[in-house]
């Protein structure tokens, strides 16, 4: 797609995050390309660092404000993505890590630019979804330690790389399919419960939304796990398999609470055709009462 058609901040998250994945990309390879010395070793290991730290001050010396947010944040992101390149590069354990740290960075980079592509004006920092919660946060670090604490006492558990291939692909996957419902739903995507119905806020029913209702929702809940069979992370697969189904459980509920409000009849029916996509989830059902539902019982 053209760049024209980007909002000035999702051109910045563009631009540094490609600017950035160049830079420490080479810097990260460039033992292997020319041969390591000591001197390289401090190149390849020491330097992206350095690097990071010229470029924060260059972005901070070119932007203020919402500018320098977005555009410190991809910079970062596209570091990550270089040292998920990096080690993905490696014949042990660590090239699971860097396949994880690949699809990671990505997801959030992706999020931010999919948002200024289809709905830029409720772009904001948090599109990154960086900062999504603290138990987000939490079963990251979870992740993290689970793959530490396995590859050190047990590193050949994690060198299975036909499975750890098979979770990327199911995080491509998932990938896909949530980003296709973002750009199916345009304007009436958001990445927060809406609680006020918008004039121009429409019942999308079409594209992947005719597979399932909620197709952002079944396309981050297969990522996720995904993600930690990526890692070969055993434990990490059951708890975030039971923690996201739980999460999207409520979410799912709430959420279709707010659609029956705003869509009433339009939305029940949309309900018997199409299920939620989600596994064992039915989301909110209205009692049947075996009378006929009047429009005016919908009214807001």
């Not at 993505?81 to 990096?86: N, Q, T």
């Not at 330690?145 to 396995?150: A, D, K, P, R, T």
């Not at 594209?207 to 996720?224: A, D, K, L, M, T």
Request: net charge neutral; hydrophobic share 45%.
């Amino acid at each position: 797609m053209a760049t024209r058609t980007v909002c000035p901040a999702g051109k910045k998250a563009l631009m540094w995050f490609f600017i950035s994945t160049l830079i420490f990309t080479t810097s990260f390879f460039s033992g292997s390309v020319l041969g390591f010395s000591s001197e390289l070793w401090l190149l390849t290991y020491w330097g992206p660092a350095l690097y990071f730290c010229l470029l924060a001050f260059i972005l901070r010396y070119c932007y203020t404000g919402f500018f320098y947010e977005v555009s410190i944040r991809s910079a970062f992101l596209g570091l990550t993505f270089s040292l998920g390149i990096f080690l993905a590069s490696f014949d042990n354990g660590w090239r699971v890590f860097g396949l994880y740290t690949i699809i990671l960075s990505f997801f959030h980079f992706s999020e931010f630019v999919s948002v200024a592509l289809t709905n830029p004006r409720t772009l904001t920092v948090n599109s990154f979804i960086l900062n999504h919660s603290i138990q987000y946060g939490v079963a990251a670090v979870a992740s993290w330690i689970e793959w530490g604490v396995e590859y050190y006492f047990y590193p050949e558990m994690k060198t299975y790389f036909w499975v750890s291939y098979c979770g990327v692909v199911m995080c491509i996957a998932g990938e896909i399919f949530r980003k296709a419902a973002m750009f199916t739903a345009k304007t009436n995507f958001n990445h927060t419960v809406q609680f006020v119905k918008r004039p121009d806020h429409e019942l999308v029913t079409h594209g992947v939304y005719s597979i399932c209702r909620h197709p952002s929702y079944v396309g981050w809940f297969y990522w996720s796990i995904g993600t930690q069979i990526t890692l070969l992370n055993p434990i990490c697969v059951i708890i975030y398999a039971v923690a996201s189904w739980m999460f999207f459980r409520e979410r799912v509920y709430a959420e279709e609470l707010t659609l029956l409000t705003f869509f009433g009849p339009q939305y029940v029916e949309y309900q018997k055709k199409v299920g939620t996509g989600l596994p064992f989830i039915m989301g909110y059902i209205p009692e049947n009462t075996g009378q006929q539902i009047r429009d005016d019982h919908w009214s807001y």
